[in-house]
């Protein structure tokens, strides 16, 4: 197995540290920016496939699976020349720009849900669910709950900003705190994102002692995040492509919050879960106004959250790991049966 990824990303340290081998190559966005980004671009994608057609010539794959981002449309392009099958997964329902060239491309596309059909051609789609990582399988609410030292008849609420962190979410529930740990009597789970953590560190060692027990704040959190989801009864976070899957999987509502400054796709995501009553919407711009409410009137409703928590649970049968790995295995096969 080789991860190819990009020169600047942060892709690398993930990868090696899961003891896979890693390549790296120039990719540069060209959709969605200035003209001189736009052109830097296209010299980093030039570069990318020159680099990503070297790869695939030197370790000779059987299939490239692909999925997110600008930086595999260099890999694909590159595969399409050396005639090398490739698999795409696409996590949203919808896909960008990036996924779209991908996808055609592409052998064959695994997707997270059936909802994708209306963007990819007939006869490629194959619907797989979305790939959660082991821990999601190990956890449970009871063993969460011990893990972060939370009573078992706790109301926790799990807020998500992001790796880097949401600062409208950030700010949101820090100027609503008293009201959630004080008046409503919330326990809190706050992962921040590095990029925000020492404002709200500031603000967790300016509360009580009776009510910093029940704020626990963390820069980041890696495996621990589905110990963080698998204890809370209720989150708030962005709608991106892991909302399809870790929320149904733990069976966790959700008020979501699509990143406001990004193209529409986590407003599809969060709409395809709250059509089928597993979510729902609050926009970035209310968060200050309405965060508070909304959280405090669906811990109110248990009933609601119950219906939510099962609509979840009904969305979250398949194994996607595993039928994604399977995919790739059947065309991999294939590819060297005719060789």
């Given at each position: 197995?080789?991860?190819?990824?990009?020169?600047?990303?942060?892709?690398?340290?993930?990868?090696?540290?899961?003891?896979?081998?890693?390549?790296?190559?120039?990719?540069?966005?060209?959709?969605?920016?200035?003209?001189?980004?736009?052109?830097?671009?296209?010299?980093?994608?030039?570069?990318?496939?020159?680099?990503?057609?070297?790869?695939?010539?030197?370790?000779?794959?059987?299939?490239?699976?692909?999925?997110?981002?600008?930086?595999?449309?260099?890999?694909?392009?590159?595969?399409?020349?050396?005639?090398?099958?490739?698999?795409?997964?696409?996590?949203?329902?919808?896909?960008?720009?990036?996924?779209?060239?991908?996808?055609?491309?592409?052998?064959?596309?695994?997707?997270?849900?059936?909802?994708?059909?209306?963007?990819?051609?007939?006869?490629?789609?194959?619907?797989?669910?979305?790939?959660?990582?082991?821990?999601?399988?190990?956890?449970?609410?009871?063993?969460?709950?011990?893990?972060?030292?939370?009573?078992?008849?706790?109301?926790?609420?799990?807020?998500?900003?992001?790796?880097?962190?949401?600062?409208?979410?950030?700010?949101?529930?820090?100027?609503?705190?008293?009201?959630?740990?004080?008046?409503?009597?919330?326990?809190?789970?706050?992962?921040?994102?590095?990029?925000?953590?020492?404002?709200?560190?500031?603000?967790?060692?300016?509360?009580?002692?009776?009510?910093?027990?029940?704020?626990?704040?963390?820069?980041?959190?890696h495996e621990e995040m589905a110990d963080a989801m698998a204890a809370a009864d209720l989150a708030v976070c962005r709608s991106g492509a892991s909302a399809l899957g870790e929320l149904p999987y733990l069976g966790l509502p959700a008020i979501l919050v699509p990143y406001p400054y990004a193209w529409r796709y986590q407003k599809v995501n969060a709409q395809y879960l709250v059509d089928r009553g597993a979510a729902v919407i609050l926009e970035d711009?209310?968060?200050?106004?309405?965060?508070?409410?909304?959280?405090?009137?669906?811990?109110?409703?248990?009933?609601?959250?119950?219906?939510?928590?099962?609509?979840?649970?009904?969305?979250?049968?398949?194994?996607?790991?595993?039928?994604?790995?399977?995919?790739?295995?059947?065309?991999?096969?294939?590819?060297?049966?005719?060789?």
């Amino acid at each position: 197995m080789l991860f190819v990824g990009e020169t600047e990303g942060m892709e690398r340290e993930l990868v090696t540290r899961e003891g896979v081998r890693f390549e790296s190559i120039q990719a540069g966005a060209m959709h969605g920016v200035g003209v001189t980004r736009m052109l830097r671009g296209f010299s980093k994608m030039i570069a990318g496939i020159a680099g990503a057609f070297a790869i695939l010539g030197k370790f000779k794959p059987d299939v490239v699976f692909l999925t997110g981002g600008f930086v595999g449309v260099p890999v694909s392009l590159a595969a399409w020349l050396r005639r090398i099958p490739a698999v795409v997964y696409l996590p949203d329902i919808e896909p960008g720009l990036a996924l779209k060239v991908m996808a055609r491309l592409a052998t064959r596309v695994a997707t997270t849900a059936d909802a994708s059909a209306q963007f990819i051609a007939r006869g490629k789609m194959v619907v797989t669910g979305y790939p959660v990582r082991d821990r999601f399988m190990h956890t449970s609410r009871d063993i969460a709950r011990a893990h972060f030292g939370i009573a078992s008849d706790a109301k926790v609420l799990l807020v998500v900003g992001g790796s880097k962190g949401a600062l409208s979410i950030n700010r949101a529930i820090t100027s609503n705190l008293m009201v959630l740990l004080g008046d409503a009597g919330i326990s809190v789970i706050h992962v921040t994102g590095t990029r925000d953590w020492e404002e709200i560190r500031a603000v967790r060692e300016a509360l009580p002692e009776s009510l910093r027990q029940r704020y626990m704040a963390f820069a980041y959190l890696h495996e621990e995040m589905a110990d963080a989801m698998a204890a809370a009864d209720l989150a708030v976070c962005r709608s991106g492509a892991s909302a399809l899957g870790e929320l149904p999987y733990l069976g966790l509502p959700a008020i979501l919050v699509p990143y406001p400054y990004a193209w529409r796709y986590q407003k599809v995501n969060a709409q395809y879960l709250v059509d089928r009553g597993a979510a729902v919407i609050l926009e970035d711009a209310k968060l200050g106004t309405d965060l508070a409410l909304a959280v405090t009137r669906l811990f109110a409703d248990q009933a609601g959250l119950a219906v939510m928590k099962r609509s979840l649970l009904s969305m979250s049968g398949r194994n996607g790991a595993g039928e994604i790995a399977q995919l790739l295995i059947a065309v991999g096969t294939r590819t060297r049966a005719t060789a």
